[in-house]
């Protein structure tokens, strides 16, 4: 028996907490007919169970949705301190991952002619016992292990599993590894610690190529917080973000200024920032103590000494820092993938610095809440256990979901190495490429059948708990590990123990320190796995800052190089480091950046371009002295005319369906290491670029929008937040056509925040997961046939050049059926398939539905899909859809529907309990998923409600107004400092 806990949701509007109900275990040994259930599984009333999301190392709380024992929709957990009710685009498409047509359905072993067989877990697992027994008989640490990042459970376990076989070789590998952020946190205080960011703390916040919206550290948290931090500062004048990279990501287009310097010198742009901050006398009292070491420390650095490296003028530096030491408290970001480059301790160590000096340490920024991430291993230790494979050094080596073949750069020489291993063992629940090469594959379950636990940071400790049974022959990870020692020697067996997998976490989180605190175990462990954890506050540290001179030692005069091109890989906001790519929504989902789906392309700035004689589409050959790819070349403003940028997790292997041979991997061009310092480095300078054939099909979802630097582009629906008085009424009175609709019990309709909207996808993921959507693959997405039922659309006019800052003006607008109270496409449909509903929704019975697609030509919004082909699942894939929504034919009209299936599930739940609805009982896949908060759905005729009240906000206005379609959506303006007024 396994036990599950069984939630009895109501998820609502942020900050709710999902309402619990006492459950019965369930029985998942064996799948069992509906004509005799288990007692606590109602035929289509759905389960919820709280887990944590392992998508990537974030660790975000998530509750999971199971209908009949299949899992069909992953929401945020509201307790959990992490995602606070909310999930990414990743997050999202998790469940995707579950239903995986590539899974491995059982062990395989690879025979004597290089082929992967079907093998028993008895023989499987005798075999890897015997070649453990061989590996131990040769000595120490002659088995290693490779894998995730782990913390509780099976952290001790694999711990004591590697100790019993006489190994030290266990790294948690992670592409991503933060190693200098790690190490100037050593240097400044002695604490080789990730500090804790609280964005939404912040008053001004300073990123140096931190990609926080998009995969940095803890994008969905540090989502919510930028967006409280906006809203907190609407009308400030100088903005809320500062974004200093060459390369603007989804982070930087969300900025209110941005400034470019040279690729390698954003050390420099904080160190001048703190000298301009000692210089001027603005430091916060509180770094009274340091600021002589810092004054020393930072004195090579004035901004007129850096301003030709950095190609940023003095007074741009000055008048940031007089903006970052003024805002209480500020925050200074070090930089992420794309702010990574040889001197990228030394940015961190500056960093730090202007918090110091800003009396950010306390507040935006903490120490003593200890990251999980800062247990991951170092390049240097890959470098020797690379070096070790490849002298004979290991005879066993166990890859536990990691992918270094991959995400590793060809000059480190793993793969060259991982040949040399005689035995290697892949848990990997699907193909990859380190898997393609193992000699033995071990599916270990997916994250949301499996039990286990996760520490993101102190004071958080997630529980994982299956939400459904196990969807093939998988076998848990640890009954493995434990099941293997027990075959071993006996030695090995009294070091793991015989507990089985399940039983051994259930100890580890309610094992009783004394006799007479069982039952309080008991009900301890009762309480986590309804709240998926525990969670408390760790204690801050103030920590001291120590002497770091010595380590900031970068040459402030250091010529540019002239007439050479800077290569950037940065991580995809969908794929992460390419795990996510054999995800089919991910891929059809368009890029929030470049709008592009089902296929990768290469970022160059438009005026490189016309230099290359490179065009839209071109294939581009990009060569460093480490490697060479090719891809279609897209051109992209928001960059500096001397840097390249291409999305990592592209060029995948031919095993995997979706993602197999799609493009190159920006990791080809990588170096091992960065120069002078053993850590990771994305970046590649000295590239060739060229053009190397005609052009190829892009796959844009979105019309091209000119992204030029301009001084003059009107806005758009962008205002100055100095204005109040935003709102202007129309010049003509409209004419009403038809009669007004009556609305006796609800006006359903929708707020949606441009100024937090980050462009993120995540509510379209949710979208496609909640209501069925289809995905059509990428030759009807070439020909403009995609499903989905919202969009974000990127509209970027300009980018304002303003006193030496650039402006990047972007607005993300999502879009989606407009519910129109006088809707253009109810009048001209014949069948009456379309019809405006009593409670304002613009319904669509799909089988009236005949097809004409005059509402489509009718909608000015353009948000109606038709279905031009039966589009069906590849098994097990439709094992993942609602049964609460019907799925299309052929030949139908379909589009959002504000989730009516959610309102009618909350009427019928207000009826059960005797009342009326309340504010927040009906939230939409696209408003409960949202990182940002930027969508809140509700009842327009109740005058208390959020929607009502954000639908009266003067920032208000409805899309194409001028049109009298009188929609239930309002969108809110984004603020951008220094814009002009808007236009009309």
Not at 225 to 233: I, P, S, V
Not at 428 to 436: M, R, V
Not at 699 to 711: G, K, P, Y
């Amino acid at each position: 028996m396994i036990e599950r806990r069984q939630f009895l949701k109501t998820i609502g509007i942020s900050g709710s907490a999902a309402l619990l109900e006492q459950c019965a275990p369930t029985p998942t040994d064996e799948l069992i007919p509906y004509l005799v259930a288990p007692d606590n599984v109602v035929p289509g009333v759905a389960s919820y169970y709280a887990t944590t999301c392992r998508q990537c190392p974030a660790g975000c709380g998530a509750i999971v949705k199971t209908m009949n024992g299949r899992i069909t929709k992953a929401e945020g957990n509201p307790a959990h301190p992490i995602s606070r009710g909310r999930l990414c685009v990743r997050g999202q498409a998790a469940v995707q991952s579950v239903y995986n047509p590539d899974r491995f359905r059982t062990p395989i072993v690879r025979d004597a002619h290089g082929v992967f067989q079907p093998i028993s877990w008895a023989d499987a697992e005798s075999l890897l016992a015997a070649k453990l027994r061989a590996a131990m008989q040769g000595g120490a640490d002659r088995v290693a292990w490779i894998g995730e990042l782990l913390t509780g459970a099976l952290d001790t376990l694999t711990s004591a599993w590697l100790s019993a076989l006489d190994s030290r070789r266990r790294l948690f590998y992670e592409t991503f590894d933060y190693e200098p952020l790690v190490e100037a946190g050593d240097i400044a205080f002695g604490r080789r610690e990730v500090p804790r960011y609280e964005l939404d703390r912040a008053a001004f916040i300073v990123s140096f190529g931190a990609e926080f919206l998009e995969t940095w550290l803890s994008n969905v948290e540090f989502t919510n917080g930028y967006a409280r931090a906006r809203r907190q500062q609407l009308r400030d004048p100088e903005g809320t973000l500062l974004v200093v990279a060459p390369r603007l990501s989804l982070t930087g287009l969300n900025a209110d200024a941005w400034i470019a310097p040279r690729p390698g010198s954003e050390a420099l742009v904080a160190l001048a920032m703190a000298h301009a901050i000692v210089g001027d006398g603005l430091a916060h009292p509180s770094a009274g103590a340091d600021l002589r070491a810092i004054e020393s420390a930072v004195a090579p650095y004035s901004p007129e000494r850096v301003a030709g490296a950095i190609d940023v003028d003095a007074a741009t530096i000055r008048r940031m820092a007089r903006r970052f030491a003024s805002a209480r408290p500020s925050l200074a970001i070090g930089g992420g993938v794309t702010g990574s480059d040889p001197h990228a301790v030394q940015l961190e160590l500056a960093c730090l610095l202007l918090n110091v000096l800003a009396g950010n340490v306390g507040e935006s920024i903490s120490y003593g809440a200890a990251h999980a991430v800062d247990r991951l291993a170092t390049r240097r230790e890959i470098l020797e256990t690379t070096r070790a494979m490849a002298s004979g050094a290991v005879d066993v080596l166990l890859v536990h979901h990691a992918n270094p073949i991959f995400t590793l750069p060809p000059p480190v020489g793993f793969a060259d190495a991982l040949a040399r291993v005689p035995f290697v063992v892949s848990f990997a629940g699907a193909p990859d490429e380190t898997t393609d090469r193992a000699h033995l594959v071990l599916p270990d379950h997916h994250f949301l059948e499996s039990w286990g636990d996760y520490a993101p940071r102190a004071g958080v400790a997630s529980l994982l708990q299956p939400a459904a049974a196990p969807l093939f022959d998988t076998r848990a990870t640890g009954d493995v590990l434990i099941e293997v020692a027990n075959q071993i020697t006996a030695d090995t067996a009294r070091a793991v123990g015989s507990t089985r997998w399940a039983d051994y976490v259930r100890s580890a989180w309610s094992e009783p320190t004394t006799a007479n605190d069982q039952a309080a175990a008991a009900a301890g462990w009762e309480a986590a796995l309804h709240s998926g954890g525990r969670f408390e506050a760790a204690d801050a540290v103030r920590p001291t800052l120590r002497d770091v001179a010595r380590a900031l030692v970068i040459d402030p005069d250091a010529p540019a190089a002239a007439d050479t091109y800077t290569f950037i890989a940065c991580p995809s906001t969908h794929f992460y480091d390419g795990r996510g790519a054999n995800e089919s929504w991910l891929q059809e989902v368009p890029d929030p950046i470049a709008k592009i789906s089902w296929g990768d392309w290469i970022e160059i700035h438009p005026d490189a371009a016309r230099r290359l004689g490179i065009v839209d589409g071109d294939v581009v050959r990009v060569t460093s002295s480490h490697g060479q790819i090719e891809a279609a070349a897209h051109l992209y403003a928001g960059m500096r005319p001397d840097v390249i940028a291409m999305p990592l997790g592209y060029g995948r292997s031919r095993s995997s369906r979706h993602a197999g041979a799609r493009g190159s991997n920006a990791a080809l061009l990588l170096p091992p290491e960065a120069a002078g310092s053993p850590h990771a480095v994305w970046r590649a300078s000295g590239v060739r670029v060229e053009r190397a054939g005609p052009r190829r099909i892009v796959i844009m979802l979105q019309a091209h929008v000119a992204s030029r630097e301009d001084t003059s582009a009107p806005l758009g629906k962008i205002v100055d937040p100095a204005r109040t008085d935003v709102r202007e009424p129309p010049e003509h009175a409209p004419v009403d056509l038809f009669p007004p609709h009556e609305h006796p019990a609800h006006r359903w309709g929708m707020a949606i925040d441009l100024n937090s909207c980050t462009g993120c996808n995540a509510c379209v993921a949710a979208c496609y997961a909640e209501n069925n959507v289809a995905v059509v693959g990428e030759q009807f997405c070439a020909q403009g046939r995609e499903m989905s039922w919202i969009r974000i659309e990127r509209h970027a006019h300009a980018i304002v050049s303003e006193s030496g800052l650039r402006r990047p003006a972007t607005v993300f607008l999502p879009m989606l059926c407009q519910h129109c109270d006088e809707a253009p496409c109810e009048a001209v449909c014949p069948v009456y398939a379309t019809y405006h509903n009593p409670e304002g929704l613009n319904a669509q019975v799909y089988a009236r539905c005949i097809g004409t697609r005059f509402c489509s030509n009718n909608c000015p919004y353009k948000v109606r899909r038709f279905n031009w082909a039966r589009i069906g699942w590849d098994a097990p894939l439709g094992e993942q859809l609602n049964p609460d929504v019907t799925v299309r034919s052929a030949g139908v009209m379909e589009k959002c529907t504000f989730c009516i299936q959610r309102i009618q599930a909350a009427k019928r739940t207000a009826k059960l309990d005797g009342r009326s609805l309340r504010d927040g009982d009906v939230v939409p896949a696209c408003a409960q998923t949202c990182p940002a908060e930027a969508i809140v759905f509700g009842d327009l005729h109740d005058p208390q409600s959020r929607v009502s009240r954000l639908s009266a906000d003067p920032r208000g206005y409805h899309v194409l107004e001028e049109l009298n379609t009188r929609p239930a959506i309002t969108y809110l303006r984004r603020s951008v400092p220094g814009a002009p007024a808007d236009e009309r």
